[in-house]
């Protein structure tokens, strides 16, 4: 374990170093030791070793080969079970249910990796991750904000989100060209805001978000008229950053109720 690890940037890699951060991170998580845990990219281990001392067993999942075999040197299976690959094709729900997610997401992934998440929201009991403060900012943007918009919607359809910490790039080495921020992420509950159809949902959302300039009649006007959205309460002359997550579901679910 001597000898440096060079960071790779096809993998993004930015390491933390910052042990004020650190600890800030693990109080926010307040791991216990019979939390099932995995940790996504733990890199040289600055959240996987109060990690793996605070939980009976760690999993962490690493496509860098040259890590993975350092985390087989540091820490014994039984303690640490790696599962090396890449995050956008690991099944989170395998892991079984009430599942802890940790992790420094990998800031080319991010967007695919927390929509694959959300996918396993129902398996998942919180996630705790750092990405690029702009994309924290998105995720959890208030409707009619300039940030809001199509990640805004289908995340907070599926979690409840709240940016906890703001971290600056002197916190990494190497240092990132932009700042991060730690999200929570919450699953919603069973009897949450539900559409009849999810694909439905998302195509909704990323057809309104397509011309953010544009009005609902010009970027849903294909899949429902303006007298339809007036049917279900909305001006077709809106912009989508203006329609709440309830609206986008009140809109799929009309596409739905319209399949034979």
């Known amino acids: 374990m001597s000898v440096p690890h060079r960071p790779r940037k096809r993998f993004s890699q930015n390491f933390l170093v910052d042990q004020a951060v650190i600890a800030d991170i693990i109080a926010a998580i307040s791991p216990q030791s019979d939390d099932t845990i995995v940790e996504i990219g733990p890199g040289l281990g600055a959240l996987t070793r109060p990690l793996a001392s605070a939980v009976a067993r760690l999993h962490v999942v690493e496509i860098d080969r040259d890590i993975v075999a350092r985390l087989r040197e540091a820490y014994p299976p039984e303690r640490l079970v790696i599962h090396e690959g890449d995050a956008l094709e690991f099944d989170f729900a395998a892991l079984g249910p009430g599942l802890r997610v940790v992790g ?81 992420m919450l699953p919603r509950q069973a009897d949450a805001l539900r559409a009849r159809d999810d694909r439905l949902l998302a195509e909704t959302v990323a057809a309104a978000f397509a011309q953010r300039r544009k009005t609902l009649r010009n970027t849903l006007g294909h899949i429902v008229t303006p007298e339809e959205l007036a049917s279900l309460g909305l001006d077709s002359q809106r912009r989508a950053q203006t329609l709440s997550v309830a609206d986008f579901v009140k809109i799929a679910d009309y596409r739905a109720s319209r399949i034979p």
């Open 104 to 184: 420094n997401l990998p800031y080319h992934i991010s967007t695919p990796l927390l929509f694959s998440l959300a996918e396993n929201a129902p398996a998942l009991r919180d996630i705790h991750v750092m990405l690029q403060k702009e994309v924290v900012d998105r995720m959890v943007a208030p409707a009619g904000s300039s940030e809001y918009g199509r990640v805004s919607v289908m995340l907070q359809y599926r979690f409840e989100m709240e940016k906890l910490i703001d971290v600056q790039p002197s916190a990494f080495r190497p240092a990132p060209k932009v700042d991060s921020a730690i999200v929570r």
